[in-house]
């Protein structure tokens, strides 16, 4: 690994309204790392996300792609630090009037300009890479299972040979084998395209498995990182309780006792 990082956040905030969600946050990612970040519901994963790719203005601090500062880009500066990221949404977020096959090769038409012939051979060979067959290309999302719409959503990430790639929860829904089968996919995507990774799950399983390097964040920083035998052999009190998801400990959910 070369010692600088492709992802560099420093001191960053983000606050909305008096809800202070970012509060100093750094963190580095470096090149052909997987980093995994976890933390509590609304501790400000996707904001965090949100933030690098720069759809959220973090109020202040700075977020370094290569070393370039990406806070800053706008317009066509902008669009084209976008294109060097692949992103699988919680949700696969695919469009529902689009067959499979248009959903992966989106950014291909629309970005690239490839004719329509490239453009769905290009499809067809991600999803054989995500392991679906060419008889899925022309279904629509609504015929699809849950996994089936991780595995399209994760094709349609790589589609465009990223060099970054975000992955937002990408377990939440499945059942644990396929959980698992798309864990597997993406350290698959990891290990042969050479891309860094960043990742937010509640999912510690899958943390576990595609994670070189585990981030905790807690009230807007990152309180922890280490490996994962960092991870578990670890006595902050703050990664102990999460891992083993303990209600009583030093993290206090906002519930409402009855
Ligand atoms: N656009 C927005 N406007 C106002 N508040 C927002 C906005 N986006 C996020 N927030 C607030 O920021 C906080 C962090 O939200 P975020 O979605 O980042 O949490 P998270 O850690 O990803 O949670 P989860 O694991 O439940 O998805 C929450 O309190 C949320 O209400």
């Known amino acids: 690994m070369s010692a600088a990082p492709k992802i560099r956040c420093r001191d960053l905030h983000k606050a909305f309204g008096a809800n202070q969600v970012l509060r100093g946050l750094d963190l580095d990612v470096m090149p052909g790392e997987s980093v995994v970040v976890i933390g509590g519901s609304g501790t400000g994963k996707s904001v965090l996300l949100k933030c690098i790719l720069n759809i959220i203005r973090p109020d202040s601090g700075s977020i370094q792609l290569d070393g370039q500062e990406a806070t800053k880009v706008r317009g066509r500066e902008r669009d084209a630090m976008l294109r060097r990221f692949g992103m699988l949404f919680q949700n696969a977020a695919l469009f529902d009037s689009l067959p499979v096959w248009k959903n992966v090769a989106f950014a ?144 206090q959910m906002p519930v409402r006792r009855l």
């Open 108 to 251: 291909l038409i629309e970005s690239e300009r490839m004719d329509r012939d490239a453009a769905r051979e290009a499809a067809e060979e991600k999803l054989a890479a995500v392991g679906l067959r060419n008889e899925v290309a022309d279904l629509y999302p609504a015929e699809l299972s849950g996994g089936m719409k991780k595995r399209v959503g994760l094709a349609r990430a790589i589609a465009t040979a990223p060099e970054i790639i975000f992955f937002d929860e990408p377990t939440t829904g499945l059942d644990p084998i396929m959980g698992d089968v798309i864990n597997e996919l993406i350290l698959g995507c990891v290990r042969e395209q050479n891309v860094t990774t960043l990742s937010i799950t509640h999912d510690i399983a899958s943390a576990r498995k595609i994670g070189h390097r585990i981030a905790m964040l807690h009230q807007g920083e990152i309180i922890w990182t280490g490996s994962v035998a960092e991870m578990d052999a670890t006595d902050n009190p703050y990664v102990q309780q999460f891992i083993h998801g303990r209600a009583e400990g030093p993290i």
